[in-house]
């Protein structure tokens, strides 16, 4: 849904844009033509490495404890 959203948000701004709106900061325009919002894919995969060092970090805790 967020990446949706934000998908939604950077085409707005980006049409904005090119019809003659101001950009906010230097070289917006650039920047939103250049880079693509994160996709919901990208999310899911930082969410997986925090929860592996979540758990790795769980695992080292435990290992201490029963020593």
């Known amino acids: 849904m967020l990446h949706q959203r ?32 994160r996709s919901k894919r990208a999310e899911w995969a930082v969410f997986g490495l925090m929860l592996a060092l979540w758990l790795v970090l769980v695992a080292i805790k435990l290992s201490n404890a029963a020593v």
């Not at 950009?23 to 919002?37: D, I, K, M, S, V």
Request: net charge positive; proline share 3%; hydrophobic share 40%.
């Open 6 to 37: 934000r998908r939604r948000n950077h085409a707005r701004r980006l049409a904005e844009l090119r019809s003659g709106a101001a950009e906010r900061f230097l070289e917006e325009r650039r920047a939103l033509e250049a880079y693509a919002p």
